[in-house]
C-alpha cells in the first residue's frame, strides 16, 4: 500500500542551483550573500523594511519577545489554541502569557474575549493567525492601540496570505515567519523577523547574534543565544520564495478541491472558504468532527493512517500543556471551544507536492471511515 505523508514540500525549482552555488564558493555560513537576499526578498513581500533571518520560526518569536523588552512581571495576551513556540517564548523571557478561547468558526483567537484580559501589567498581544484563515486583525490593532500595548504577529502560517488587502507580517510593531518544511515558503529550519522600525530591526539583529556589540566585539549586555541563518538555508528560502504566488494558487486549489468532494461528508466541519477580509489558503487542510461524533482526532487519526494516510492533530492547549501544569500553571483555567478543537480536529495530507490523484485517495478513505464511526 501506498503511503500518502501528511506533507510532502516541492523542491523542484532553483533550489539545487542555488545550494551548488553555497558550496562552488565556500559561503555556507549565515555570513553568505544569500541570507540577505532572502532577507530583502522576503520583508518586500510582506510590505516591511527590515527582515532579520533565524534559526526557526520559533526563535523568531524568542526574538520578537526579548527585541520588545518583554520580560519579569509582564503579562502577554494570545489564543490557548496555537502552537506552543508562543507560549514558550514568553515564559523562556519569564513573563507570563494570558490566554484567550477560540472561535469555532475561524479557529482563530475570539476578539471579543481579549479586552476582559488586560491588565496593568500586559504588554503585547500575539496575533496568531491560525491554518491559513487571517485572525480579525483590525479588533486586536485597536485594543493595541487603546491601550498602548505592542503586537507580535505571527504569521507563520501566512506567506502571501493577505488581511484586507495589506501583506500578513505587516501588520505588527514585530511580526514573525516560520519555513519549517509544511509551511508555503521553507528552508528546511528556518524563520524570520519583520519590523518597518529600525531600531527594533538593530536590536533583532544583535539578540540573533549573542548580542554582540557593533562596536565593542565580545562584550555583552544581555543573553541571547545564536538564532543565525545559514547561507544554504537561505538559498533553498530564495528559490522557494520566487514561486509563492504559485504555491498559494496551488493551495488555494488544493484547499478547494478538498472542501468541494468532503462538503456532503456528515459529522464534519472543513475550514472557512472565505470571510469579507481574506480567501483561506489553507496552510494545511484542517477538518474538525462536529460534536454529534462521539470519536476523538486520534481514533479517526489512527483509522486513516491503517488506510495510508498521514494525518496530524491539531495543536493541544496551552493551559493544559503537562510542561506548565507540572509547575502549577493554568491550573482550573479553562478555554472550551480551544480544548473542543484540539479533540476535534486534524489535518489531512496537504503538502505542496501532493497530488489529485492521491486527493482522490483520501476522500474516499474519509467518506469511508466516517460512515464507519
Ligand atoms: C510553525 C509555526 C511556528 C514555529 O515555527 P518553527 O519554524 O517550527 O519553529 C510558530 N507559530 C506558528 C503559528 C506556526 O505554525
Known sequence: MEFIPV????????????????????WISSEGPFVREFERKMSQTAGRRYGIAVSSGTAALEVAVQALHIGEGDEVIMPA?????????????????????????????????????ITSRTKAIMLVHLYGLPAQADKILSLAKKYHLKIIEDAAEMHGQTYNGKPCGSLGDISIFSFYPNKHVTTGEGGMVVTDDEELAERCKMIRNLCFKKDARYIHEEISDNYRMTNLQAAV???????????????????????EKLKEVEGLMLPVEKTDYADNIYW???????????????????????????????????????????????????????????????????????TKRQMDYVVAEMKDVMKQI
Not at 82 to 99: D, E, L, R, Y
Not at 300 to 310: A, E, F, M, S, W
Request: proline share 3%.
Open 7 to 26: 506533507n510532502e514540500p516541492l523542491l523542484n525549482g532553483n533550489e539545487k542551483k542555488y545550494l551548488c552555488e553555497c558550496i562552488d564558493t565556500g
Open 81 to 117: 489554541f496555537t502552537i506552543i513556540s508562543c507560549a514558550m517564548a514568553v515564559t523562556k523571557a519569564g513573563a507570563v502569557p494570558v490566554f484567550v478561547d477560540s472561535d469555532l468558526y475561524t479557529w482563530n483567537m475570539n476578539t471579543d474575549e481579549i479586552e476582559a484580559k
Open 237 to 259: 528560502g530564495l528559490a522557494q520564495l520566487e514561486r509563492l504566488e504559485e504555491f498559494v494558487e496551488r493551495k488555494r486549489e488544493m484547499g478547494k478541491y478538498y472542501t
Open 284 to 354: 494545511v487542510y484542517g477538518v474538525v468532527l462536529k460534536e454529534n461524533i462521539h470519536a476523538d482526532n486520534k481514533k479517526v487519526q489512527k483509522l486513516l493512517q491503517d488506510r495510508g494516510i498521514g494525518c496530524r492533530t491539531f495543536f493541544w492547549c496551552m493551559h493544559e500543556q503537562p510542561a506548565y501544569r507540572n509547575k502549577g500553571m493554568f491550573l482550573g483555567e479553562s478555554y472550551p471551544n480551544a480544548e473542543y478543537l484540539a479533540r476535534k480536529g486534524f489535518y489531512i495530507p496537504s503538502g505542496m507536492a501532493l
